[in-house]
Structure formats: structure tokens, C-alpha cells
T-cell receptor, first 113, second 113 residues
Framework: EAQVTQNPRYLITVTGKKLTVTCSQNMNHEYMSWYRQDPGLGLRQIYY???????DKGDVPEGYKVSRKEKRNFPLILESPSPNQTSLYFC????????????FGPGTRLTVT | AQSVAQPEDQVNVAEGNPLTVKCTYSVSGNPYLFWYVQYPNRGLQFLLK??????LVKGSYGFEAEFNKSQTSFHLKKPSALVSDSALYFCAVRDSGYSTLTFGKGTMLLVSP
């Protein structure tokens, strides 16, 4: 089954404790992206990757890191989480950029206390 | 820069009636326009897209959208609403010269029996 998977689905952590949210897709997609969803703000893009070893900032990259060492994986790293990073995070992938629709993972609900 | 606006936080419609969810956009180049739907506790699902060609685009679950270049709009429509259509709907735009996807804040559609 074609899908985007994220782990963990739920995470409660404390300020400053480094964490990684994994994202994997099995569709051989070139483009992958991370979004955060906050009430009243919709989805905002954090980082995206157009292919292996190619990453770039989205609209809200501060406090986040990403890497793309393999085509299928695109982990999101919070090196020192803060309470304002409490949010619902989605990973997405598409065949390429521009005209292609994105496939979304199920989401990771992160709470930073 | 690119932006998208969904002017209604919520749309209420009775089952069997037609529905419209509004979306306007701003881009400097040619727009690629998308509609996604989010059911409770789920990721986003692709509904339809406009890239080029016919201004009326048909998508999943009986939804369609009309691209209007002069009004910079891409409203989502369905001739006869179902209770199961109740969900959060997002419009998104990508300028043909950009790699980022910008989402609106979302419109909650509530279909009453």
C-alpha cells in the first residue's frame, strides 16, 4: 500500500530534550516536506526536500532541522524543543514539485512542557 | 510571494443542498491550485487540482472546483452535500516558479441532516 508513515504519533516531552520525528514514504517520491498545523493558522511549511541531500527552508524553519540521506526518509529534528513548538506535525511527499499533489502522513501530535 | 485566503472559518449547509467553499489566491506567476480535506484525527487527503486547461476541475467524492483567473479564485463546490462531507477543507497554492506550497487557514464544513 502506498503510504507515508510517521513515528511517533503522539509525543509528550520537556523543554530542551532533543527529539526526532521520523517520516518514511514507499512511493519513490522525490519531494518531501514537513508542516505544522496550529488552530487558526492552517498548515505552515517548515522544511522541504526536492531530492536526496537537497533541503530548503519553508515558512517557519526556526528551531527545526531536517536531513535527507535516503530518498524514502525525511526526519524532523528538534534539537532543543520549546513550548511554542507544541503542535500537530505532518510529513508529506509528492512525485516531484510544482504540479503534483502531496500525500500526507497521519500526523504527530507533539506537546512540549 | 504567494498567498491564499479562505474567507469563511465555517460553512453550514443542509444535506442535499449545494455547497461552496471559497478560496482566493495571489501569485506572481502561474498558479497551481489544490484542495485537500481533513477528517477528524486524520491526515490531509487530496481532492482535486488545477494546473492548466479546463477551468472546471472534477475531483474525488463528487467535488469540483472552478478556476477563475480574473477573480483569482478557486472555489470548491458540490451539487448535493452529504453529512459525511463534514470536515476541514484546505485550499493551497503554489506559484509555478516556487517549490513551496502555501495553505489557507482552512474552512470547516458542517452538513446537517
Amino acid at each position: 500500500e502506498a503510504q507515508v508513515t510517521q513515528n511517533p504519533r503522539y509525543l509528550i516531552t520537556v523543554t530542551g530534550k532533543k527529539l526526532t520525528v521520523t517520516c518514511s514514504q514507499n512511493m519513490n517520491h522525490e519531494y518531501m516536506s514537513w508542516y505544522r498545523q496550529d488552530p487558526g493558522l492552517g498548515l505552515r511549511q517548515i522544511y522541504y526536500s526536492m531530492n536526496v541531500e537537497v533541503t530548503d527552508k519553508g515558512d517557519v524553519p526556526e528551531g527545526y532541522k531536517v536531513s535527507r540521506k535516503e530518498k524514502r526518509n525525511f526526519p524532523l529534528i528538534l534539537e532543543s524543543p520549546s513550548p511554542n513548538q507544541t503542535s500537530l506535525y505532518f510529513c508529506a511527499s509528492s512525485l516531484k514539485t510544482a504540479a503534483y499533489e502531496q500525500y500526507f502522513g497521519p500526523g504527530t501530535r507533539l506537546t512540549v512542557t | 510571494a504567494q498567498s491564499v485566503a479562505q474567507p469563511e472559518d465555517q460553512v453550514n449547509v443542509a444535506e442535499g443542498n449545494p455547497l461552496t467553499v471559497k478560496c482566493t489566491y495571489s501569485v506572481s506567476g502561474n498558479p497551481y491550485l489544490f484542495w485537500y480535506v481533513q477528517y477528524p484525527n486524520r491526515g490531509l487527503q487530496f481532492l482535486l487540482k488545477y494546473i492548466t486547461g479546463d477551468n472546471l476541475v472534477k475531483g474525488s467524492y463528487g467535488f469540483e472546483a472552478e478556476f477563475n483567473k480574473s477573480q483569482t479564485s478557486f472555489h470548491l463546490k458540490k451539487p448535493s452535500a452529504l453529512v459525511s462531507d463534514s470536515a476541514l477543507y484546505f485550499c493551497a497554492v503554489r506559484d509555478s516558479g516556487y517549490s513551496t506550497l502555501t495553505f489557507g487557514k482552512g474552512t470547516m464544513l458542517l452538513v446537517s441532516p
